[in-house]
C-alpha cells in the first residue's frame, strides 16, 4: 500500500523560504519518477517540479523556475522541494506524487504553505 507523507509546510513571509519533504512507504521510490503538484483555493491541482528516477532529468513549471528546486534521496524514499523567494500567489495545498508529469498513486494529506505579510 502506497503512502505519502509531506510536510516542512507553514507560514512564511513574501521572499522568504520553506522545504517540503515528502516520505513515501509501499512504493518502488528508486525506479519511480517523482512529482510535487499544488492547489490552491478555487483552482485545479497543478504539476510544480517533477525529478526522474536518478535526479538527472527534472522539469519545472514556468511560475516556479528559478525559485524551487526538486531533489530526491533514493536511499531515504524521500523527495523535497526546497522553495526560495516565496511569493503570495505559492500559497496552496502542495503534495508529492509519483509519476513525470501525471499522478501515479493515491494522494497523501498535502501541506500547507501560505505566504503572508
Known amino acids: 500500500q502506497v503512502q505519502l507523507v509531506e510536510s516542512g509546510g507553514g507560514l512564511v513571509q513574501p521572499g522568504g523560504s520553506l522545504r517540503l519533504s515528502c516520505a513515501t512507504s509501499?512504493?518502488?521510490?528508486?525506479?519511480?519518477?517523482m512529482s510535487w503538484y499544488r492547489q490552491a483555493p478555487g483552482k485545479e491541482r497543478e504539476l510544480v517540479a517533477a525529478?526522474?528516477?536518478?535526479?538527472?532529468?527534472?522539469n519545472y513549471a514556468d511560475s516556479v523556475k528559478g525559485r524551487f528546486t526538486i531533489s530526491r534521496d533514493n536511499a531515504k524514499n524521500t523527495v523535497y522541494l526546497q522553495m526560495n523567494s516565496l511569493k503570495f500567489e505559492d500559497t496552496a495545498v502542495y503534495y508529492c506524487?509519483?509519476?513525470?508529469?501525471?499522478?501515479?498513486?493515491?494522494w497523501g494529506q498535502g501541506t500547507q504553505v501560505t505566504v503572508s505579510s
Open positions: 509501499g512504493l518502488s521510490f528508486s525506479k519511480n519518477a
Open positions: 506524487n509519483s509519476g513525470w508529469d501525471s499522478p501515479l498513486g493515491p
Open positions: 525529478i526522474s528516477t536518478s535526479g538527472g532529468n527534472i
